[in-house]
């Protein structure tokens, strides 16, 4: 069972007020807090491994939460993203998520709306968080490779053999042989087939 308790959470709003009233509120559910009153701090401290979901206000002196929204997004992977907005922020809220926002609130919130949502969206984001780290690590692993094993690889990968490798590349069978072990070895496999399915997760 996915664990939604104890995850950080980030409220970024100028007004003290909300910001006091939401940290009491998601502190009672046992997550941690940080808050920011404003978005160039945040983005200052931003680590999409730190936080689990981040709530913006629309509406704020200097940066706004979707000039946030908009740098975040630029990422290969950012948290949850919950925009509370007035009314008359509601058409940019529903621009932000149409652009990959996961939910906007009315103010006032609504506690119980807000603590379901947003368990509801750190359960959802957790198998997108542990692809996002999964991608990360083969793409090192990759960056480890020489030329020489990137061309045995794909070659590896197509179901030749190591004496086709070896006519392909102009290369003796031993050292087609020593490659192939060093390859699996930097990619933590054991065979061509286990590189090939570790190799579709970053398709």
Known sequence: MI???TKTIAIVDDDEGVRDSLTWLLNS????IKCYSNGEDFLKDYNPEEYNCIILDVRMPGMNGLEIFNKLRTQN???PVVFLSGHADLCTAVEAVKNGAS??????????DLVNQIADLIKNDMEKREKWR???TIKDQLSHLTSREQEVMHLMLTGKL???????????????EVHRSRILEKMNVRS??????L?????
């Open 3 to 5: 664990n939604t308790k």
């Open 29 to 32: 559910q046992d997550h941690t």
């Open 77 to 79: 992977y950012f948290p």
């Open 103 to 112: 939910e906007f609130l009315q103010k006032p919130v609504v506690n119980n």
């Open 134 to 136: 999964l991608t990360n």
């Open 162 to 176: 190591n004496k086709q490798v070896a006519d392909e590349l102009g290369i003796a069978i031993k050292t087609v």
């Open 192 to 197: 061509a087939l286990a590189l090939s399915h």
């Open 199 to 203: 190799l579709s997760n970053i398709q």
